[in-house]
């Protein structure tokens, strides 16, 4: 058992009958009344989202996860398939369980969280950025814009990013996988 003192985000908890990684926490220390948690909470069998405060002090019950190297394969249906890269054994994972499965790339290595008491994935863990080449963008007009502007793109994983108008066909653009977003473009 753990107590409050010891959230911090990616920790695995047993809650209301459910197994939640903590996304987000906050401490709070009103001027007034007991200090509290405020955490923000993703199950990880349903892969909802679920704002949560638990009381200063508050026991919780700690999940042990072993971390481990997978490297992406393929996409089959809502099953996305990982190999390990120590054992090569391979395991497929439901696409509710993934982050961003929209911006994974075949050969793209990921952390994956494994339960020791029942050997299950518990959660994938994207790199924090992938570089993916832009398959489609709508033709930018200069001139006609008066702050930054932004246009729809779609990437060779079949994603849509907003990216800025100078994007082109067959560039390669950096897309932070924690919001989706667009963050530079890549020259090589």
């Known amino acids: 058992m753990a107590s409050t003192s010891d ?12 197994i939640y990684k903590i996304i987000e926490f906050l401490h709070v220390k009103p001027g007034k009344g007991p200090a509290f948690v405020r955490t923000k909470l993703k199950s990880l ?14 026991k919780i019950d700690v999940i042990r996860v072993e971390t481990h190297t997978f490297q992406y394969l393929y996409p089959e249906g809502d099953e996305f398939h990982f190999m ?3 054992t090569f054994e ?5 696409k509710n369980i993934l982050d961003a499965p929209d911006l994974l790339k075949e050969g793209t290595n990921v952390m994956v969280q494994i339960n020791t008491e029942t050997d299950l994935p518990l959660s994938v863990d994207m ?18 814009t008066a702050t930054n502007a932004t246009k729809n793109a779609t990437v060779e994983t079949g994603a849509n990013i907003n990216v800025p108008l ?18 530079e473009r890549v020259k090589e």
């Open 84 to 86: 390990n890269a120590e």
């Open 45 to 58: 069998t349903s892969g909802k989202i679920l704002d949560n405060t638990f009381s200063a002090g508050h």
């Open 127 to 144: 790199p924090a950025s992938v570089i993916l080449e832009v398959t489609y963008a709508e033709p930018g007009v200069k001139g006609n």
């Open 90 to 94: 391979q395991i497929s994972l439901n």
């Open 166 to 183: 100078f994007i082109n066909e067959g560039d390669k653009i950096k897309i932070d996988t924690a919001s989706g977003s667009y963050m």
């Open 7 to 18: 959230i911090r985000n990616g920790l695995c908890i047993k809650f209301n009958h459910d």
